[in-house]
């Protein structure tokens, strides 16, 4: 192998929320009330799973940081299990 071939690995990640990114959904992409589906993305610690874990695109692991973020805030998820 020469120096100009490099081995490269491509982290590649399909949408786990494909009909809430057509433009006919209204609304953000995840809704920080919508408790259960953020559940389902907390590991048992209450930490947000990574993106190579959840299969979530860069967009949508904005959207669900944002909206868990939220749904703390407001007492709906635990920060900490207790």
Known sequence: MGKTERKTRFFHTSQRFPERAKKSWEGPLLDYKEVEL??????????????????????????????VKRSRYIGLVPYTSA
Do not use: W
């Open 38 to 67: 953020l559940r389902k993305f907390l590991t048992s610690s209450c930490k947000i799973m990574s993106r190579k874990r959840a299969g979530t695109s860069a967009r949508e692991q904005r959207a669900l940081q944002l909206a």
